[in-house]
């Protein structure tokens, strides 16, 4: 029953900005470690960013500085803003997120449903 639902994504001119959210639906407890991943056309699934229970980020060098991965705890959703947005961002990108469900399991991991990011130059 646990679902994570994509939204934000769309299309935008270089230079623009968009905010990715990712949230968990159903019976959970929390989200713990969660991800942002871009796959391209033609090219292989990438880690993005992620981001710890903690909430201790990490960001993939050529995102850095441009896209910032948060979290909000009480609404169990993960989120990417992404700022000064160049045409090799496009890729359709996918949320990751390890939950823990009751009784007592997991963490378990759950992929979105993936949300098309398109930057024209």
């Known amino acids: 029953q646990v679902q994570l639902v994509e939204s934000g994504g769309g299309l935008v001119q270089a230079g623009g900005s968009l905010r990715l959210s990712c949230a968990a639906s159903?019976?959970?407890?929390?989200?713990?470690?969660a991800a942002w991943y871009r796959q391209a056309p033609g090219k292989q699934r990438e880690l993005v960013a992620h981001?710890?229970?903690?909430?201790?980020?990490y960001h993939v060098d050529s995102v850095k500085g441009r896209f910032t991965i948060s979290r909000d705890n009480a609404k169990n959703t993960v989120y990417l803003q992404m700022n000064s947005l160049k045409p090799e961002d496009t890729a359709v990108y996918y949320c990751?997120?390890?939950?823990?469900?009751?009784?007592?399991?997991?963490?378990?991991?759950?992929w979105g449903q993936g949300t098309q990011v398109t930057v024209s130059s």
């Open positions: 159903g019976s959970i407890f929390s989200i713990n470690f």
């Open positions: 981001i710890t229970d903690g909430g201790n980020t």
């Open positions: 990751n997120a390890h939950v823990r469900i009751p009784p007592g399991r997991g963490p378990y991991s759950y």
